[in-house]
Nanobody, 123 residues
Framework: QVQLAESGGGLVQAGGSLRLSCAAS????????MGWFRQAPGKEREYVGC????????DYADSVKDRFTISRDNVKNTVYLQMNGLKPEDTAVYYC????????????????WGQGTQVTVSS
């Protein structure tokens, strides 16, 4: 069993930065791929990116590539989403998720989810 909890969301001006954190619990949490998703009002949950269990490889959606960076600290059992150059269209609830495979992009592929944290980017 893996439990996830996001934090770090808030209100930021366009062009600003935020770093989201996702704390994971469980002895085997370091064996999981960790993904980030987001969901804006009236839209489907959208893949943001993921990081492999050992942190060596990452995958990003085109919409956030070159602006967002995913990292993880397996000692602290925490995954991060560094968001730079934020745009109003990045406004959404951001979720972290975990699964045993790497590189899958559909929400239904992920087994464990956090509660989400709100990110609001003003114009």
């Amino acid at each position: 069993q893996v439990q996830l909890a996001e934090s770090g969301g808030g209100l930021v001006q366009a062009g600003g930065s935020l770093r989201l954190s996702c704390a994971a619990s469980g002895r085997t949490s370091s064996r999981y791929t960790m993904g980030w998703f987001r969901q804006a009002p009236g839209k489907e949950r959208e893949y943001v990116g993921c990081i492999a269990s050992n942190g060596d490889i990452r995958d990003y959606a085109d919409s956030v590539k070159d602006r967002f960076t995913i990292s993880r600290d397996n000692v602290k059992n925490t995954v991060y989403l560094q968001m730079n150059g934020l745009k109003p269209e990045d406004t959404a609830v951001y979720y972290c998720a975990a699964e045993l495979f790497f590189g899958r992009r559909r929400p239904n592929d992920y087994d464990y989810w956090g509660q989400g944290t709100q990110v609001t980017v003003s114009s």
